[in-house]
């Protein structure tokens, strides 16, 4: 039984097997290799693929790389690679080009029925004798060429006899269907382009409306699952279906699309970023993409989780991009080390503790998972403390240190400020404390309570460390075109600090609860043995309630 708990597709799917329509399910994802993916895909995924495991079924991953002119091998194993990260696999691997010559039967086999005809009208016109809404389309003089004529035509076409845009197939329905989609689409156009799969061996190449069924029927895909807006292309795609010369007879389902806050997410627009220099690459960490959110420091299992728990519906719906962070920390919270790093140092000079000695403290690696067990670290003379966590003339319910106040260090000692030591320019450059040997971390010091608590990275072992820090790409909801002028260009803050000693030895990828600063990951692309380089994944808290 699948039926509890369970979204619209499935009840779907588990009547069509109980009726016996489908022996068992096939879905596919699919694709187009013009840019690399985002986490709206990253829905697509896990449903098609998710869907087909909880029925036995199959996945394919089908690149649908029937436009070459956006087309790429690198967006194919960009692709490839993000949804193997993503811990899927296909059950084959697909390229709808390779099904090129099948297709250009099935429109010969649409011909020879009087179903499809020739077009010498330009694009222009074409959309121009499609009508509107109110008002019907008109047939124009190709849509009578005879069977045989139009045979010639089309075999001319393919032999590259005309110029781009020349002629066209197209579909013989119905001019004046309240569907304007059926009124007789065009199903192949003349492109001489290469193509980065095919090469030069064709230049006509079919459209979407008419490639995708047949790529289903020849798969035997039983459930294509796609997004809303293709809904009222279904008409068309169960033509194309019921007029091939083919037996499988899939179905279409539409579901809503992921919508985001703060964010763009289609592969042009990401694309425009891209190519605006407005962020790095396809994979920086600002990125909505699968490849930017890995080096940003989401785990697969965070993407999934969100992914499943959004729900499919059909509804359009606008997701907080919160709900994204708080299945992050969900899953990072039992995982993560925890760590210090001060992002914007402050020296400390302990003037009592003796010179030239080090002391090492027991620290645990996780508090909220004590398996993962203890660490230690250094503490001497000098430390480093965050900037912000000293003022020299702070406001009321100020606690943490300034002049004349004491703030326990964390897994250390009490410390209190006795002076602060200044450049020409009046600028806090040290400050001097003296340390209290009494109240050290875990002696069960009773004695007396201070009320802030800062982190710190003992300095002469501190490891240098460039931390990342992100803010929204987009600044508000921006979905027209003009999303160009949303764009938050705060959006990321560098900043040089240290880390622990203990850290000398991260590798790109491993992540880290830095106290009190959030999650972040070793950023895989430009961290260095000689440079470490983090990125913050997300801060610790949030408002954001589930
Ligand atoms: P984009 O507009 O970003 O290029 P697309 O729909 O054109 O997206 P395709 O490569 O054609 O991208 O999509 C592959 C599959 O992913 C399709 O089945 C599509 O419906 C699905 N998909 C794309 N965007 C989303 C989204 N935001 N939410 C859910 N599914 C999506
Ligand atoms: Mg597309
Ligand atoms: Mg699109």
Redo the contacts with the bound molecule.
Sequence with gaps: EHTEGAHFIKHIVTKDLSEGSYDGIITR???????Y?????????V??FELADEFNGKTHLRF?DTNPLKEDKEYVDA?RKDIEWLGYDWEELRFASDYFETMYEQAVHLIKQGLAYVEDLSQEEIREYRGSLTEPGRESASRSRSVEENLDLFARMREGEFGNGEKTLRAKIDMSSPNINLRDPVIYRISHTEHHHTGDKWCIYPMYSFAHPLEDVIEGVTHS???L??EDQRPLYDWVVENSSLTSTPKQIE??????TNTV??????KQLVDEKLVSGWDDPRMPTISGMRRRGFTPESIKRFCREIGVSKADNLVDYRMLEHFLREDLKLKAPRTMGILDPLKVVITNYPEDEVEWLPAEINPENEEMGMREIPFSREIYIEKSDFMENPPKKYFRLFPGNEVRIKHAYFIKCHDVIKDENGEVVEIHCTYDVETKSGSGFEGRKVKGTLHYVEATQAIPAEFRIYDSLIADDAKGDDFLDHVNTDSLTVMQGFVEPNMADVEGGDKFQFFRHGYFNVDPVDSTKDKLVFNRIVELKSSFKL
């Design positions: 994802f699919p694709p187009e290799p013009n840019g993916l985002h986490i709206g895909h990253a829905k697509s995924i449903l098609n649908d692709i699952i796609c997004t807006e293709f579901f809503a699309r992921l919508n985001l997410m289609s592969k042009r627009k990401l």
